[in-house]
């Protein structure tokens, strides 16, 4: 909790490090006081204290091992928060949710067949806890807007495989269905009327009526249906949007659900004013097209134009409602969206040219003579408008020559508008098809997961059933060939060349299996970190300053180099107590030491000055000029010291590293010379140069001696439990065998040392080995 408060994840690890390995997930999900129980994590995160929170992310998601078992606290953390997603998509721009879904990845370093295993574990991604599907947490991630997050390897594995096995074949019906209508309302509507107009023959009415009776029907009476029963449930739910402060369902948010809705309308107004409909009562009169299905009798005379302009707004709708089956390409899909997202810098240009449009035309109008394409302002502005758009002759702006006044107006409205806005435009169009390029894939893929949750939401229960049953998530997948993992993922095959990996993210111990045991530390892997490293060297340097500083801090304070130091406070006491006191100083100056070092300030002559004092006839005082000296003196040389100090490690820094780089490529340190300074540390007790040897050399932790014993070998034998301690930590071999067959357990055993003999059997030191005699009895 503390670690909590203080936002510290240094703190929060090593309060976890002493939990046992089985309730190490647990401790940071639930503390139960009483009758209450809280989670540390979601405290972490409420409280804003976001390191804590991403170290708790990251130890929770971190695949441990020992011989037995794996540790992986994935699914404790989706059953103590199975709406985890929302909490952390709260928190964008702190990096939480690309933490949690990276912890879901685990790639292999080993390649086999230029292939590489790739485990998915998004099992608490696709279903909940009842095994349906879970649309409502996975819909979090596509709420976010972010193309980049679209574009993380699991995020984009999940959606693929929903798109690729049950989204895109429903989809596509669902397409099919609507391509079909599209095409009788083409043929009802642009195409059929147009054969032989009032000369139709009956075949080609009765197909006519046929088609549109099919549109109104299918296309428009099932969709009607199905937006009333859309709007009801928001209505219910009170789910709005506001659109210019008026409240709209929510469900319009989506532009293909607007279009829809928009369609359906439009072909409400359209049977309204079915020429067919108005005609059956006078089918077979006296006109001209009489017969069966006329749409040309005069009571329908009147509704012709109106039914031609709904008709013409639907067409356009259902073009524009096919555009969504760009979605089976991405690349044809990220075309689309880029001209949507560019369409913003069109509708900038078209507003300032209406302005201009409207500006010139007024101008112009007010002259005294007036032409015949600028007689009035609605002419001026179909005249600047065609002119615009390259349609007006240039022979007619010749003509102009006899009235300079409207040929200057041109001329200038020509430059601004054709010369500079269109250029202007392309500039901007390219700006922000640059500013959108990047981000194309994650556009589009952001696109079709839409499509596709909503897709798969309405998927029948048998067919999900089915899919969940071919996923297997109940069967513990591997990691490399023959290490049976953990269930609750999907392995797939990757090119090895697509990610490579250096780095094992499943961390694997030695030792004792008991699950009440915590995990032994990792402190080779945060040594060998270079900024933990840097941060070391960073802390020695300043525990150096401090200590110089404080030993010249004593040392003036009792010393004889200060003897005006006294004179010196009693004249800056005597400055403070009032203006005007001390006239005939002009500087004085007033220091203290701290812990932060030394401090001098320095009082400019005219703060000791009053009103009836002249600067310019100022002696300086003696004290002061001697302690400005010692003070300055000591000042630099503090600073030197601090220098050579930071030299002095940076270079042993320096020196380490190219020794450590020298010795990175080993694979096996059995050489006795290389080894000797560490055998000499242990035999001699000398914790603190072993620790520094492993730290340097790791794989020393092996090497062996003339008498090929280990390094734990001898500490054992010699009694030394430290140096025991810290070469099990860094994983020794604890079963390793000497020269004459010895075990580190049975020198110890020998030797009398039972702590030693309890601690090696606590990490896995078999007991029936051979010399181990001594141990049994």
């Known amino acids: 909790m503390k670690a909590i408060n203080t936002n510290s994840a240094k703190r929060f690890r090593k309060a976890i490090a002493i939990s046992g390995r089985s309730q190490r997930a647990m401790e940071m999900l639930r503390i139960t006081v009483g009758t209450q129980s809280i989670s540390p994590l979601d405290w972490a995160i409420k409280s804003g204290s976001f390191q804590v929170a991403r170290a708790m992310i990251d130890d929770l998601l971190t695949i441990r091992a020992d011989r037995d078992n794996y540790y992986y606290g994935y699914d404790a953390l989706f059953e103590r928060h199975p709406d985890i997603l929302n909490i952390l998509s709260a928190t964008r721009g702190q990096g939480l949710l690309p933490a949690l879904l990276n912890g879901l990845l685990w790639r292999s370093k080993v390649t086999q067949n230029k292939t590489r295993r790739v485990n998915y574990y998004v099992k608490h991604l696709i279903q909940d806890q009842e095994g349906l599907f879970n649309a409502k947490q996975i819909s979090v991630i596509i709420k976010t807007g972010d193309p980049k997050l679209m574009r993380h390897p699991v995020v984009s ?18 397409r099919v269905l609507f391509m079909i209508q599209v095409v009788i309302f083409v043929l009802a509507q642009s195409i059929l009327p147009r054969v032989a107009p009032k000369r139709e023959s009956e075949p080609l009415r009765i197909l006519l009526f046929s088609c549109r009776c099919s549109i109104y029907l299918f296309d428009m009476f099932l969709l009607l249906c199905a937006h009333i029963k859309y709007i009801v449930t928001d209505i219910r739910e009170r789910s709005f949007i506001f659109v210019l402060g008026i409240p709209c369902p929510a469900y319009l948010k989506d532009l293909a659900s607007a279009l829809q809705l928009a369609m359906v309308i439009d072909l409400v107004f359209m049977c309204t004013q079915e020429p067919i409909f108005h005609c059956l009562a006078n089918m077979h009169g006296i006109y001209e097209g009489a017969g069966l299905f006329s749409t040309h009798c005069p009571e329908a005379q009147g509704q012709t134009t109106v039914y031609s302009v709904f008709s013409q707004i639907g067409v356009l709708l259902h073009w524009l409602l096919l555009v969504d089956c760009c ?12 001209c949507f997202h560019v369409l913003a810098e069109l509708l900038y240009f078209l507003s ?3 302005f201009l449009v409207l500006m010139f035309a007024c101008s112009i109008a007010a002259l005294d003579t007036l032409q015949g394409d600028f007689r009035s302002i609605a002419a001026g502005v179909r005249t600047l408008t065609k002119i615009t758009l390259g349609m007006y002759p240039s022979e007619k702006i ?19 508008v054709v010369v500079f806005l269109l250029n202007l435009l392309i500039a901007q169009l390219a700006g922000a098809y640059r500013k959108v390029y990047g981000d194309m894939e994650g ?9 596709t949750v909503s897709t798969v939401r309405n998927l029948r229960p048998k067919r999900w059933a089915a899919f969940l049953k071919s996923l297997n998530f109940q069967e513990r ?49 945060e040594k060998g ?19 110089l500083t404080s030993s010249s801090s004593t040392s003036a304070s009792g010393g004889s180099s200060f003897s005006g130091w006294s004179s010196f406070t009693e004249i800056d006491r005597t400055r403070d107590s009032g203006p005007g006191i001390l006239p005939k100083y002009g500087t004085g100056i007033s220091s203290k030491f701290g812990s932060d070092g030394l401090m001098v300030q320095f009082q400019s002559k005219d703060d000791y000055s009053d009103g009836n004092h002249n600067p310019t006839t100022d002696h300086q005082c003696p004290a002061a000029m001697a302690s400005d000296f010692v003070l300055a003196a000591v000042a630099a040389v503090v600073t030197a010291v601090a220098l050579l100090a930071t030299m002095f490690w940076v270079n042993r820094w320096v020196q380490k590293q190219s020794v450590a780089e020298h010795y990175k490529g080993a694979t096996t340190a059995r050489c006795s010379k290389s080894a000797k300074l560490l055998f000499d540390a242990v035999a001699s007790g000398d914790l603190h140069t072993c620790r520094e040897e492993l730290q340097l050399r790791p794989e020393f932790k092996e090497a062996v001696n003339g008498a090929g014993e280990t390094p734990l070998a001898v500490a054992s034998r010699q009694g030394d439990l430290a140096t025991c301690k ?17 075990t580190p357990l049975g020198l110890a055993a020998r030797s009398g040392h039972r702590e030693i003999c309890q601690l090696l059997l606590d990490h896995g030191a078999d007991i029936e080995a051979a010399d181990c005699g001594a141990v049994k009895a």
């Open 352 to 354: 300032a040219i209406l």
């Open 529 to 547: 970190n270079l900024d933990a490293r840097l941060v070391r060297l960073e802390k020695l340097v300043l525990r150096a300053t401090k200590k």
């Open 157 to 174: 594995f999940v959606f693929n495989m929903l798109w690729s096995r049950l989204a895109s074949i429903e989809f596509l019906k669902s």
């Open 398 to 416: 010749v003509e102009l020559h006899d009235s300079p006044r409207i040929l200057g107006l041109l001329i200038v409205f020509i430059v601004v």
């Open 327 to 338: 979605i089976f390409s991405l690349r044809l899909s990220s075309y689309f969206l880029t």
């Open 443 to 451: 556009f589009a893929r952001l696109f079709r997961s839409g499509i």
């Open 477 to 525: 997948i591997e990691f490399n060939e023959g290490d049976i993992g953990i269930a609750g993922g999907i392995q797939v095959l990757e090119s090895a060349t697509l990610n490579p990996t250096n780095e094992e993210r499943i961390r694997r111990f030695g030792g004792s299996t008991a699950p009440d045991m915590p995990w032994p530390e990792e402190e080779s892997r």
């Open 726 to 742: 810290l070469l099990i930590s860094l994983r020794a071999d604890v079963e390793s065998v000497d020269a004459s067959n010895s």
